[in-house]
């Protein structure tokens, strides 16, 4: 039962790291929302922000929240690229397609990216991936750690001697493996020189509007956080409810055995959509151990608000049907409750825990 619920909540980090070096250690950064960026470099007017995906088990939220973040504000030009540059199949739901590929990114841009975002990869152990990650840092680009992409960037040599934060569920992982890295647990972000690191899926839209800031000013990120509902992007975060308990691991483990209520859920998607209602609905319903989300339309592949191009089952039939009507992360808060009804209160909690949200068990933003 205990390991059920633990596949659930994410894939465990893998051996790695070494032993705690007192003279690499880093004193801890400051509490501030304030994200310090180096200009665009020669010869761009506006910073490259590269988004880090594979090509099978990125996060979806983290992804496609990130994406919609920086594009609404329209202050740097943002490319999602993987080593394909194609199609690429999110974990735990939904399809879309990358602007290039590595080798197309690195052909245009010999220069690297300004910034750098990865976001929680399954395989994190990707030398392919890893490599690239410490190329564009070798090329001066920030770097900023989605959660559980920390543990990609810490595989990465990256965080050695630096403070960091992940997704709670994978910090005591990464504690364990990467001694040489300071983890904390009372910010939503951090940034230690020109690693910025977050904690997991809802904690980390803070982070985003606060490299809004960074990179466009605080007028546009005032901008886009009144866009998507978010009232501040203080970096003060309090998650010492979050933790794996006996009543998760029962709640998930008989949400998995009992497959003869296991159901394919649809959730209608039109061109135009917004790009995190959509993401956070489909990594809810996708997290409760009962339900199988799909996007689904009569049409075929849809574009979003933004211009991202999302693949969709047109002969879907769903035994139920879910709709994000909220915008924003609030979409998420809807589904919540949406879960709560259909599969009661515990089976909500134990998502909540795993897109790490307020509602989880006492962690709150500040």
Not at 11 to 23: L, N, R, S, V, Y
Not at 346 to 356: D, H, S
């Amino acid at each position: 039962m205990r390991e059920q619920t633990r596949r659930a909540l994410a894939d465990i980090p893998g051996q790695g790291g070494t032993d705690p070096d007192p003279a690499t250690a880093a004193p801890l950064p400051s509490a501030t929302s304030k994200l310090e960026l180096a200009p665009p470099k020669a010869g761009r007017e506006r910073p490259l922000i590269a988004l880090l995906a594979a090509d099978q088990g990125t996060a979806a939220a983290e992804l496609m929240v990130a994406y919609s973040i920086l594009k609404e504000a329209a202050a740097a030009e943002v490319l999602i690229v993987s080593p394909s540059g194609s199609w690429m199949a999110l974990h735990p739901a939904l399809r879309i397609w990358a602007d290039q590929s590595l080798a197309q990114f690195d052909q245009a841009n010999p220069e690297g990216a300004d910034i750098l975002i990865v976001p929680g990869l399954q395989r994190h152990k990707n030398p392919t991936l890893a490599g690239w990650v410490r190329e564009q840092a070798s090329k001066e680009a920030a770097v900023m750690a989605l959660g559980s992409g920390a543990a990609l960037v810490a595989r990465s040599g990256l965080l050695d001697g630096r403070s960091a934060i992940a997704h709670w569920y994978y910090q005591a992982w990464l504690q364990r493996d990467f001694q040489r890295t300071r983890w904390i647990d009372d910010r939503s972000y951090v940034q230690d020189g020109r690693m910025i690191s977050t904690a997991g899926i809802a904690a980390a839209v803070p982070a985003l509007v606060a490299l809004v800031e960074g990179t466009a000013g605080s007028a546009a990120a005032a901008t886009v956080a009144r866009r998507i509902g978010l009232e501040a992007w203080s970096p003060g975060y309090d998650r010492s409810g979050l933790s794996l308990l006996p009543e998760h691991l029962v709640t998930g483990a008989l949400n998995g055995l009992a497959f003869w209520r296991h159901e394919r859920v649809g959730m209608p998607v039109e061109d135009g959509f917004d790009e995190i209602a959509v993401a956070m609905t489909a990594e809810a319903w996708s997290r409760t151990g009962r339900s199988r989300l799909v996007a689904m339309n009569a049409v075929g592949r849809v574009r979003s608000r933004h211009g991202l191009i999302l693949d969709v089952d047109t002969e879907a039939a769903p035994s139920h049907i879910v709709r994000p009507l909220a915008a924003g992360p609030g979409a998420l808060g809807q589904a919540l409750d949406e879960i709560s009804r259909r599969y009661g209160t515990p089976t909500a909690r134990l998502v909540a825990l795993q897109l790490e949200h307020p509602s989880a068990a006492g962690g709150t933003g500040k």
